[in-house]
């Protein structure tokens, strides 16, 4: 979706550097000061929007679509034509409707008693010595069981599908290479396979879950065979990585702040400003985009229509306007501080945040009753790219 960077000029968001991917809040810092509504010279017809109030304020704003205008190149994204994340309301809110179904508070609990099976096993696994590579193995693997055991599909598989989706979510970003697009386009060929697969072996032997109650819904004329792969794509492909970060980033606090953790195990009813704090500080997706249908003047800065806004959410949640000390783990933030955008904001909000919330509440509550200490066994290795946030690896070591 995005337009290649032609030339080479002077930035206040250097997107493809190294330095500034693997750490950009410093970056966010100046352009939320010196540029919060920042006409981007490195992307065509893109601006960036900064600051929380303005994200909050217009990132919901009606005239915005997701339909992109025609300037827009086809990008592998483009797949999706029908999906809740091409579509504006009303078409967006009775698609969402037919997964909201699959994810309501009670139903992610459920699903997610698959998640606490999984670190189990992990535990029971454990070596005299406490090692465990943690990111895979209490993250990723088990947030995919919950989101199987939703879907009604199998579990194998997904380490290879979520190296696949890291490259795909790289095609979001800004400034895209050729050689990230094609390694985006490459990564939609292999998750599209597999869906298909699955759709192929439901079709043959349907076992209850959401997958097989949409082939049913296609069957009777309720849903179009389109919508059908690109709603599963997008949950069986997309539904996992962000959890897995979210769930990384909380058992990184724990190794690296001792006392968070055993507040987790002493004092339940502090989970909820712990898990806001984590969600803030780990943020996923580190923007959306929109576009502008007519002009929108934001802090005096008038955007013309048919213009890309990106509005960066990890800016947002370490808003010093808004969060005191925002770059510091402080779980003691007022009841306000939960309100980071971690999961966006408006009609287009996160569809799987409360699966998301339901597995990492999972895993830290399997873990707190299984182990008396977490600590670091090496640094992590990040993974970011400009568009999202993800571990390669988190060395830990669980003392049970």
Not at 160 to 176: C, E, K, P, Q, R
Request: aromatic residues 10%; neutral net charge.
């Amino acid at each position: 979706m995005n337009a290649h960077a032609t030339t080479k000029v002077e930035s206040l968001l250097p997107w493809a550097n190294k330095a500034f991917r693997d750490n950009p809040y410093p970056w966010y810092d100046v352009v939320r000061s010196k540029a919060p509504v920042y006409k981007d010279p490195l992307v065509e017809n893109t601006f960036v929007i900064s600051r929380y109030d303005d994200i909050v304020k217009y990132g919901k704003h009606p005239s915005l679509t997701m339909k992109a205008p025609d300037w827009v190149p086809k990008s592998p994204w483009s797949l999706f034509k029908d999906s809740i994340i091409v579509r504006d309301p009303p078409e967006h809110t009775d698609l969402r409707r037919r997964s909201n179904k699959w994810f309501t508070p009670k139903l992610a609990n459920q699903w997610a008693e698959a998640t606490a099976k999984a670190v189990n096993s992990a535990i029971d696994g454990l070596g005299p010595q406490g090692m465990i590579e943690a990111f895979r193995n209490l993250a990723l693997i088990p947030a995919h069981h919950a989101m199987c055991s939703a879907l009604g599909l199998p579990t194998e598989g997904y380490d290879t599908a979520s190296a696949w989706m890291h490259d795909a979510m790289t095609g979001l970003g800004s400034a895209v290479t050729a050689e990230e697009e094609q390694r985006c386009q490459a990564a939609f060929d292999y998750l599209s396979d597999r869906v298909r697969y699955y759709l192929a072996m439901r079709r043959a032997s349907p076992e209850p879950g959401m997958t097989a109650s949409w082939i049913e819904e296609v069957a009777n004329g309720e849903m179009t065979e389109q919508q059908l792969f690109e709603g599963l794509l997008l949950f069986w492909a997309t539904g996992t990585p962000n959890a897995a970060y979210l769930i990384t980033g909380g058992l990184e606090i724990f190794a690296r702040h001792p006392d968070v953790f055993e507040l987790w195990k002493t004092s339940p009813d502090k989970h909820q400003a712990i898990m806001n704090e984590i969600t803030r500080l780990h943020t996923p997706e580190i923007s959306f985009t929109r576009f502008t249908t007519e002009e929108l003047e934001i802090r005096g800065v008038k955007i013309p229509p048919k213009m890309l806004v990106r509005f960066m959410i990890a800016s947002a949640n370490r808003d010093p306007e808004v969060f005191k000390d925002p770059h510091k783990v402080d779980v003691t933030r007022s009841a306000e501080a939960g309100n980071h955008l971690s999961f966006g904001v408006g009609a287009h909000s996160c569809p799987g945040m409360i699966i998301s919330l339901a597995e990492a509440n999972a895993v830290f509550n399997t873990i707190a009753k299984r182990v008396k200490r977490i600590e670091m066994a090496g640094e992590p290795v990040y993974a970011h790219n400009d568009r999202s946030a993800a571990y390669a690896r988190l060395p830990l070591r669980l003392v049970v």
